[in-house]
């Protein structure tokens, strides 16, 4: 199981808003370390979506934000276009395991 | 452009041993920490190792301590992954990444790993 929990699968029309939320606990996002979000197309390598619990890398619509409370996050997905199909898989750093922790990933649809 | 390519992936035999390399261009490699991460296919994410920018200091996710060796070469501007005891559990696609503090700026595109009989 993986350390962060999101749900594995959230759907969504075109054009509307979408989040998807990633639950961890104190020895990672509750003991402060940021939340970073992956977005893995089909059949390619996951690029980084959101760093920092809610800053854009250069490239990235504004359509995506995403924010960090407690002991979890969210990503926001808003005007959703058939293209933003895919696996978003949330990550932080978990100070018991030592390890750099993910979410087990949502497949967003695009109805 | 950062450009990251994983190359020695393949089919190899449970108990034998694999080497993965990971060609990078496009920065100063010299210059970042560098992670190796797999996704067995149709699953999730899994953090295996990082090596710092200068090679000074490797983690190790607990499940493969012993087994993988993470290194890089700095003068050749590549990464490396000797994964020794394969077993079927280290199916995967294995992907080299950027280290940016705690998180990974830039992908390659992956190197499948099969460990069958």
């Known amino acids: 199981q993986s350390v962060l929990t999101q749900p594995p699968s959230v759907s969504g029309a075109p054009g509307q808003r979408v989040t998807i939320s990633c639950t961890g606990s104190?020895?990672?996002?509750?003991?402060?370390?940021?939340v970073h979000w992956y977005q893995q197309l089909p059949g390619t390598a996951p690029k980084l979506l959101i760093y920092?619990?809610?800053n854009r890398p250069s490239g990235v619509p504004d359509r995506f934000s995403a924010s960090k409370s407690g002991t979890s996050a969210s990503l926001a997905i808003t005007g959703l276009p058939a293209e933003d199909e895919a696996d978003y898989y949330c990550q932080s750093y978990d100070s018991s395991l030592s390890d750099w922790v993910f979410g087990g990933g949502t497949k967003l649809t695009v109805l | 452009q950062v450009q990251l390519v994983e190359s020695g992936g393949g089919v190899v035999q449970p108990g034998r041993s694999l080497r993965l390399s990971c060609a990078a261009s496009g920065f100063t490699f010299s210059r970042y920490g560098m992670h190796w991460v797999r996704q067995v296919p149709g699953k999730g994410l899994e953090w295996v190792a990082l090596i710092w920018d200068d090679g000074s200091n490797k983690y190790y996710a607990d499940s493969l301590k012993g087994r993988f060796t993470i290194s890089r070469d700095n003068s050749k501007n590549t990464l490396y992954l000797q994964m020794n005891s394969l077993r079927g559990e280290d199916t995967a696609v294995y992907y080299c990444?950027?280290?940016?503090?705690?998180?990974?700026?830039?992908w390659g595109q992956g190197t499948l790993v099969t460990v069958s009989s």
């Open positions: 920092g619990n809610n």
């Open positions: 104190s020895s990672n996002i509750g003991a402060g370390y940021d």
């Open positions: 990444a950027r280290r940016i503090g705690y998180y990974f700026d830039f």
